[in-house]
């Protein structure tokens, strides 16, 4: 394991990613629970620039100049790990809900560890890599379940929902690695880099634009206009602004296979939660997240 961050910058990191963990939790329930007519891909380009105006405020204060390296490993992480891999996530969701989506999203670290061995060399002890199989064996409990026993879908469907949930596990890890690089080597500020990794991932989805701003989801409708965007917001400040600048907070502070596997604390919250979404975990689900618990357990022991 990693030498060198001081206790208390450890300390820190480890509050962030749990932190940021709840908030991704509790932003899903949010997504979950709105109506829209808009695509995955068009509700992914919606929070993301909802979430890069919240963020703009910070920009003022905090605003320092990068390399250009700096700039590109940031942009690439944006395009990769929230265009793309947030787009896939709320499709999967849409597909199995917020507690197994969440739980498949725990296969983070197994695909993280081994990239940070080989591109960052940051090698986990063995406890750590105990806790990497726990979190293994809690994602294809899950992913089982999902298959066999979907909730309130098809088989073909909740098959699907699986595979884009896998896929966005390998996007997400991708634009961890890309961000811990720039966050390890350079002095910049986790917000900055949230900001930024932001801005790319709305400037690519932009041609998605006018079918948001005309998609059926923003016409009037029986239920009113002004609780839907108050969740929307919510939902937004919480999983975008809050959850992704701490997990950048996270990243630069802690090796990147803790890091992640911290933010995989997700599953065992929405588990606790599952009753919001109109979901019972049962036995496997309960299974699923204590497995995943203590994968994490063993990784910030």
Known sequence: MIAGPCESTLFGG???????????????????????SLTAAELNLLKNALGLLLLLPLQLLLWQPL??????????????????????FFAALRRLGARSTLTIEAAAPV???????????????????????LVSAAVLLVARRAAVHPV????????????????????????????????????????????????????VQLPLAPTVLAGAWLRPRPRPAAPRWSMVLLATLL?????????????????????????????????????????????????????AALGVWCVVA
Do not use: N
């Open 67 to 88: 390399p250009a390296a700096a700039w590109l490993l940031l942009a690439a992480s944006g395009v990769i790990g929230i265009a793309a891999g947030d787009s896939l």
């Open 239 to 291: 999983g975008t602004a809050l959850g992704i600048g701490l997990q950048q907070a996270a990243l630069a502070q802690l090796p990147v296979a803790q890091a992640v596997t911290l933010l995989a604390t997700a599953p065992a919250m929405a588990a606790v939660l599952a009753p919001l979404d109109r979901d019972r975990p049962g036995l496997s689900g309960a299974l699923a997240a204590l497995l």
């Open 111 to 133: 695909v993280t560890t081994l990239a940070g061995l080989w591109l960052l060399a940051e090698w986990p002890d063995g406890l750590q890599l105990l806790g990497v199989l």
């Open 152 to 203: 309130s879908l098809q088989p073909a469907a909740s098959r699907l929902g699986v595979l884009l949930a896998l896929l966005a596990v390998l996007c997400a890890s991708g634009g961890a690695l890309l961000s811990r690089q720039v966050l390890a080597a350079a002095t910049i500020s986790p917000w900055q880099a949230a900001a930024v990794r932001l801005a790319a991932a709305t400037l």
């Open 14 to 36: 480890v509050l962030a990613a749990l932190a940021a963990a709840l908030c991704w939790t509790l932003a899903s329930f949010c997504w979950r629970r709105l109506p829209s």
